[in-house]
């Protein structure tokens, strides 16, 4: 003899064997796994009721119910959606929601139609034709669900199982375009500082109150005409002024500067009083001295060299050795001039030109 109760989740009126009380079962409508009540009430069927609305044959599931839900029932485990009025009391005992850690097999029915969410109305009638009376309140409503937002769509699961109402499923379009959203601004800020730095890099030393700046040009003689000495160094420290410790002259010739320009002894320079900066490609060069005063000026020459085997002359190497160790390093083969200049004013202009015939 069937039982009689109501699916927690669409307030249906179930109807399963006797001995499926406190097993679970899967709802014929919604596709929710429910516990048969222990109390549920034996109804015996009437040979007048109406024919039972047997959810079986082909299944075409609501949009909410899983694919487990699509099975066709044994007859053993067959749970009805019952249309007629075939139960003795208005009051149904409801079913409990499966917990969700209980992991316990499903029985499902399928329908060859998509079936209505709203409560069928109840009402009973019993073995000898006696309907009783209306019932008193009218079973709650399961809420509509929203609908997801534009591009993206809830899962199946997440809309029964309340483990997984954390989870949002997102479109793969969705996911390429915010990729390429994001791409695009890395590709801008690398591009944006890159021009930045780059641009700040070719701005000109702008001296500070009480400093000087001197500035000109480095260019040699070649095949009847002038052209600029791109590389070559020039070099000031103050007269009459030693370092407590003297400067590597490695990182202050004109081939080594450029990858040495972190060295400790270029900082220590500028420290001291000094300053050094090598030659554009234009043939022009800027420094910032510290203040007026006396200065050795060496300017190096990087496309020019010195005759094979020439030596430095003493008084070169008696002011070289007082700032740098070796102190002709800073020189190497290269050609070189030496002077003393007298800086007085807020800006100098010093130019130079190697190898002009006499």
């Given at each position: 003899m069937p039982v009689l109760f109501?699916?927690?989740?669409?307030?249906?009126?179930l109807r399963v064997g006797r001995r499926k009380r406190g097993q679970v079962v899967q709802c014929p409508r919604c596709g929710v796994e429910v516990i048969v009540p222990e109390d549920a009430p034996v109804v015996a069927k009437s040979p007048h009721s109406p024919p039972e609305e047997k959810f079986v044959g082909p299944h075409r599931p609501q949009p909410w119910v899983t694919a487990s839900a699509a099975r066709v029932p044994s007859a053993e485990n067959e749970v009805v959606a019952s249309s007629g009025q075939e139960f003795p009391s208005p009051s149904l005992p409801k079913a409990r929601p499966l917990p969700p850690s209980e992991?316990?097999?499903?029985?499902?029915?399928s329908s060859s139609e998509p079936a209505s969410?709203?409560?069928p109305p109840i009402s009973s009638q019993t073995s000898d034709s006696?309907?009783?009376?209306?019932?008193?309140?009218?079973?709650?409503e399961t809420p509509p669900r929203e609908a997801p937002p534009q591009g993206m769509f809830w899962a199946p699961e997440a809309?029964?199982?309340?483990?997984?109402?954390a989870y949002l499923l997102v479109h793969r379009r969705m996911l390429v375009i915010q990729a390429g959203v994001l791409l695009a601004v890395a590709v801008a800020f690398g591009w944006g500082g890159f021009y930045l730095g780059w641009h700040r890099a070719g701005l000109p030393a702008q001296p500070q109150s009480g400093q000087v700046l001197l500035k000109g040009t480095v260019l040699y003689w070649n095949q009847g005409q002038l052209q600029p000495d791109a590389g070559a160094m020039v070099i000031l420290w103050p007269q009459g002024v030693s370092p407590p410790e003297r400067l590597s002259g490695r990182p202050f010739h004109p081939q080594q500067f450029p990858l040495l320009q972190d060295h400790p002894s270029l900082e220590a320079l500028g420290r001291h009083g000094g300053g050094c900066a090598q030659v554009?490609?234009?043939?022009?060069?800027?420094?910032v001295l510290p203040g007026p005063g006396k200065y050795?000026?060496?300017i190096v020459s990087a496309q020019l060299q010195r005759s094979p085997g020439a030596s430095l002359p003493q008084s070169v190497l008696e002011q070289l050795k007082k700032w740098f160790e070796p102190a002709a390093e800073p020189i190497g083969q290269q050609q070189f001039a030496l002077r003393t200049l007298d800086v007085s004013g807020a800006q100098e202009v010093v130019h130079h030109c190697f190898?002009?015939?006499k």
């Amino acid at each position: 003899m069937p039982v009689l109760f109501r699916c927690y989740g669409c307030a249906s009126v179930l109807r399963v064997g006797r001995r499926k009380r406190g097993q679970v079962v899967q709802c014929p409508r919604c596709g929710v796994e429910v516990i048969v009540p222990e109390d549920a009430p034996v109804v015996a069927k009437s040979p007048h009721s109406p024919p039972e609305e047997k959810f079986v044959g082909p299944h075409r599931p609501q949009p909410w119910v899983t694919a487990s839900a699509a099975r066709v029932p044994s007859a053993e485990n067959e749970v009805v959606a019952s249309s007629g009025q075939e139960f003795p009391s208005p009051s149904l005992p409801k079913a409990r929601p499966l917990p969700p850690s209980e992991n316990t097999p499903s029985f499902a029915s399928s329908s060859s139609e998509p079936a209505s969410t709203s409560p069928p109305p109840i009402s009973s009638q019993t073995s000898d034709s006696k309907s009783l009376s209306p019932p008193a309140s009218q079973p709650e409503e399961t809420p509509p669900r929203e609908a997801p937002p534009q591009g993206m769509f809830w899962a199946p699961e997440a809309l029964e199982d309340p483990r997984a109402s954390a989870y949002l499923l997102v479109h793969r379009r969705m996911l390429v375009i915010q990729a390429g959203v994001l791409l695009a601004v890395a590709v801008a800020f690398g591009w944006g500082g890159f021009y930045l730095g780059w641009h700040r890099a070719g701005l000109p030393a702008q001296p500070q109150s009480g400093q000087v700046l001197l500035k000109g040009t480095v260019l040699y003689w070649n095949q009847g005409q002038l052209q600029p000495d791109a590389g070559a160094m020039v070099i000031l420290w103050p007269q009459g002024v030693s370092p407590p410790e003297r400067l590597s002259g490695r990182p202050f010739h004109p081939q080594q500067f450029p990858l040495l320009q972190d060295h400790p002894s270029l900082e220590a320079l500028g420290r001291h009083g000094g300053g050094c900066a090598q030659v554009d490609s234009a043939g022009n060069y800027q420094v910032v001295l510290p203040g007026p005063g006396k200065y050795h000026l060496l300017i190096v020459s990087a496309q020019l060299q010195r005759s094979p085997g020439a030596s430095l002359p003493q008084s070169v190497l008696e002011q070289l050795k007082k700032w740098f160790e070796p102190a002709a390093e800073p020189i190497g083969q290269q050609q070189f001039a030496l002077r003393t200049l007298d800086v007085s004013g807020a800006q100098e202009v010093v130019h130079h030109c190697f190898g002009l015939p006499k």
